[in-house]
């Protein structure tokens, strides 16, 4: 997914982290530090800027950069706080994640290094100066993401569980950013609008994700949407499961679910004359035709 901005902003936000690390105190700094390097390396990334730049990651450096061109913003240095706070909201997110469902990386504990990347958060949206309607929008967007994620706990291991559309809620994080950025341009009236876009992008990469990550959740015990359509299968091995979910009548299904998600995300984005939201939304509908060939290429140990 491209966009036509620089992701400028991008380098203060990693020497943010780093500093984040170097200067914290050591307690604080052992749980931190695993999670940037963990973070640094995913997706194949040679870095902490690179990683989050690569295809398979949350998209929210090139969202943040094409919002500012969208909403008239371009140049503005506001929107670097913007983004570096971004990243802090990322690494919270992560560390919730980890501290849910990777028992073994991390500790109760680091409950309080995610209090130290919150607070980052808080003080560049701060810097930023936005105005208190979009502190209100945060909160409610915030609570909505925190229901989402304790339900998805609670429905671990049963037979149903929250509609695929609904597991968009999980990437609201994501929403703050845009939100903050139309307040500061002035147009309030956008924030119900860039919240359902990003419910609707974020359930396409959701289910991409659970297609390409089907075996792995598997083997966790962690119940998607996607492996409840597989249901039980007859496959002795890794390779044969995903062989039996390359031929499974489940994929077309999630693969059309996510199409239409991103085709949603693109319209809504498209009838607001949001063009460059409207075109990484596209760029996620072609995203969804390469899952097949990604799909395969984990079948045969191959990189697609």
């Given at each position: 997914?491209?966009?036509?901005?620089?992701?400028?902003?991008?380098?203060?936000?990693?020497?943010?982290?780093?500093?984040?690390?170097?200067?914290?105190?050591?307690?604080?700094?052992?749980?931190l530090?695993?999670?940037?390097?963990?973070?640094?390396?995913m997706?194949?990334?040679d870095g902490?800027r690179?990683?989050l730049?690569?295809?398979?990651?949350?998209p929210?450096?090139?969202?943040i950069d094409a919002?500012?061109?969208?909403?008239?913003?371009?140049?503005?240095?506001?929107?670097?706080?913007?983004?570096?706070a971004?990243?802090?909201?990322?690494l919270?997110?992560?560390?919730q994640?980890?501290?849910?469902?990777?028992?073994?990386?991390?500790?109760?504990?680091?409950?309080y290094a995610?209090e130290v990347?919150l607070?980052?958060?808080?003080?560049?949206?701060a810097?930023?100066?936005?105005?208190?309607?979009?502190?209100?929008a945060?909160?409610r967007?915030m609570?909505?993401?925190?229901?989402?994620?304790a339900?998805?706990?609670?429905?671990?291991?049963?037979?149903?569980?929250?509609?695929?559309?609904?597991?968009?809620?999980?990437?609201?994080?994501?929403?703050?950013p845009?939100?903050?950025?139309?307040?500061?341009?002035?147009?309030?009236?956008?924030h119900?609008v860039?919240?359902?876009?990003?419910?609707?992008?974020g359930?396409?990469?959701?289910?991409?994700?659970?297609?390409l990550?089907?075996?792995?959740?598997?083997a966790?015990?962690?119940?998607?949407?996607f492996?409840?359509?597989l249901?039980?299968?007859?496959?002795?091995?890794?390779?044969?499961?995903?062989?039996?979910?390359?031929?499974h009548?489940a994929t077309?299904?999630?693969?059309?679910?996510?199409?239409?998600?991103a085709?949603?995300?693109?319209?809504?984005?498209?009838?607001h004359?949001?063009?460059?939201?409207?075109?990484l939304?596209?760029?996620?509908?072609?995203?969804?035709?390469?899952?097949?060939?990604?799909?395969?290429g984990?079948q045969?140990?191959?990189?697609?």
């Amino acid at each position: 997914m491209h966009s036509d901005a620089t992701c400028s902003w991008l380098d203060d936000a990693a020497r943010d982290v780093a500093r984040l690390v170097d200067d914290t105190e050591p307690a604080l700094q052992r749980r931190l530090r695993p999670l940037v390097e963990r973070i640094a390396r995913m997706n194949g990334g040679d870095g902490l800027r690179d990683a989050l730049l690569r295809p398979g990651s949350t998209p929210f450096v090139r969202i943040i950069d094409a919002a500012a061109l969208d909403l008239g913003l371009a140049g503005d240095p506001r929107v670097a706080s913007i983004g570096r706070a971004t990243v802090m909201s990322y690494l919270y997110v992560r560390l919730q994640d980890d501290l849910v469902d990777e028992e073994a990386l991390i500790d109760r504990a680091s409950v309080y290094a995610m209090e130290v990347a919150l607070a980052e958060h808080l003080r560049h949206l701060a810097d930023a100066g936005v105005p208190a309607k979009f502190w209100r929008a945060r909160s409610r967007v915030m609570a909505r993401f925190a229901a989402f994620a304790a339900r998805e706990v609670d429905e671990r291991g049963a037979a149903e569980g929250a509609p695929a559309e609904r597991h968009g809620d999980k990437f609201l994080p994501l929403a703050v950013p845009l939100l903050a950025l139309a307040s500061l341009a002035g147009r309030d009236a956008l924030h119900d609008v860039l919240i359902d876009h990003v419910v609707h992008l974020g359930a396409a990469l959701q289910v991409i994700n659970d297609v390409l990550n089907a075996a792995e959740d598997r083997a966790a015990e962690r119940t998607t949407p996607f492996l409840r359509w597989l249901g039980p299968l007859d496959a002795p091995d890794l390779g044969a499961f995903r062989a039996a979910v390359q031929a499974h009548p489940a994929t077309d299904r999630a693969l059309a679910l996510a199409r239409a998600q991103a085709g949603r995300a693109a319209s809504l984005a498209a009838a607001h004359e949001l063009a460059r939201l409207a075109g990484l939304a596209g760029a996620v509908e072609r995203l969804v035709d390469r899952t097949r060939p990604r799909l395969l290429g984990l079948q045969l140990g191959i990189q697609a």
